[in-house]
């Protein structure tokens, strides 16, 4: 799969009104179609690569003047795409951008697809599709740790691990298949040594599809549900926490029927905040329909705050929402402190919950406290911090199917099987590692990933 050079073009920079506005150019074209359009000050014709010029967009048929710009011309190979490439700053306007965009059109490119100029890229061999994938990331980057981890994955360190893995197989195949050629004869492979270096293969696959858990968090963020019985005082929590009034709050029980979600981050780490309609007994369709889907919220929760309401005895509706969540990831959470006590904390003692923290949300108390112990509770579940994590799904599957690959070669060969299973079972491990880096990918896969990325990138 190579690209045939045709030439696209896109506006790089967000629609809208600003200071500068990028069109780009890539393919065989791009530096003819800057002659067609462009008229450097001083009459120039001639475009030293990588050097700006500053001069006029000027449409070729009507010659008028549609705007001043700085222009660049950067031949290939030593581009973004690997392909000539030219590079237009205007003003940023919509009636100015679509004007030189139009002239660029005319005078022999067409609109890019999402993503094309890094697809180029990695079709021209000049990134991988890690690192390709790691572009998209790195745009949508909200906080420092995505960021960071993102940015790991461009410099190709995740690349150069999986590289060493696969060098790794590769190794032991070559063992194996020299043990096949020459069966007869007096070669013979140490079983122990292949076993050895399957296990540390397998030890390294292990690290790295373990570290999914903490890449997806920094990557997606953690979910953190607030449940507990209607008016115990969810919604005010959400507020207090979001420092904004997101949800409704009345004293009537029952006042949320939909989930009501919103982000906020504690010490570098997405959460979301999902507040949900008070588990009870419903009195009508609506709000039976939110409880069901407080109740669907469950599964995918990282961690689940459990409110309960410090003003009024331990209740039978407690019980049942406790009885729901039991088994999950839950931090006990007593609002009202600010109100005299009635609840009895020894119910709560023998359930043996791991943490109980108490707070007021009126009022503004113990909600550090109460944020210091959900990043604990979710940092917490993630070992120490890994310098190289993954973060897409994708990429874990492929991991795993790797895993297996190598497992079922340790087994074949402890089980004495004949070397071609072994051998099968580590090519397979080769094709799910290469499907990764994108060496064995098929363009189907290919378009879904580009598809995710913004025209002009
Ligand atoms: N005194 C006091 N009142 C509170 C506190 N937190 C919430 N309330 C009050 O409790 C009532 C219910 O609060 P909400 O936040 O709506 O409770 P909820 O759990 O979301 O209720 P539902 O959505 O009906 O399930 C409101 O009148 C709040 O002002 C608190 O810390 N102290
Ligand atoms: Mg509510």
Known sequence: MKTDGDTICAISTPQGEGGIGII??????????????????????????????????????????????????????KTYTREDVVEIYSHAGYAVQKSILSCVIES???????????KRAFLNGRIDLLQAESVLDIIKSETDAELETAVNQLKGILSQKLNRIKENIKDALVDVETQIDFSDEDIFIEKKEVLKR??????DLDAIIESYYEGRAIKNGFNVLILGRTNVGKSSLLNALVMEDKAIVTPIPGTTRDIIEDIIHIKGIKIKLIDTAGIRKPENIVEDLGIEKARQKIEDADLILWILDSSIEYTDEDEEVYRVIKDKNIIAVINKIDLPERIDK???????????????????IGLEKLKDTIYKNLMGKTKKRQSILITSLRHR????????????????????????????ELNDALYHLGLITGKTCSEEILNTIFERFCIGK
């Open 108 to 118: 022999g490119a067409r609109i890019a697809e999402p993503g094309e100029f890094t």
């Open 24 to 77: 780009r150019i890539s393919g065989n074209n791009a530096l003819s179609i800057l002659k067609k359009i462009f008229k450097a000050r001083g009459n120039k014709r001639v475009f030293s690569s990588h050097r700006l010029y500053l001069g006029y967009i000027i449409e070729p048929k009507k010659k008028k003047v549609i705007d001043e710009v700085f222009a660049v011309f950067m031949a290939g190979p």
């Open 198 to 203: 399957l296990k540390n293969i397998k030890k």
């Open 397 to 424: 599957d492929a991991l795993i199917k790797t895993r297996e690959a190598v497992t079922k070669a340790t087994e074949n060969i402890i089980n004495e099987e004949p070397l071609e299973f072994v051998s099968f």
């Open 346 to 364: 020894g119910i709560l003692k023998q359930k043996r919950l791991h943490t109980i923290v108490e707070i007021s949300a009126l009022k503004n």
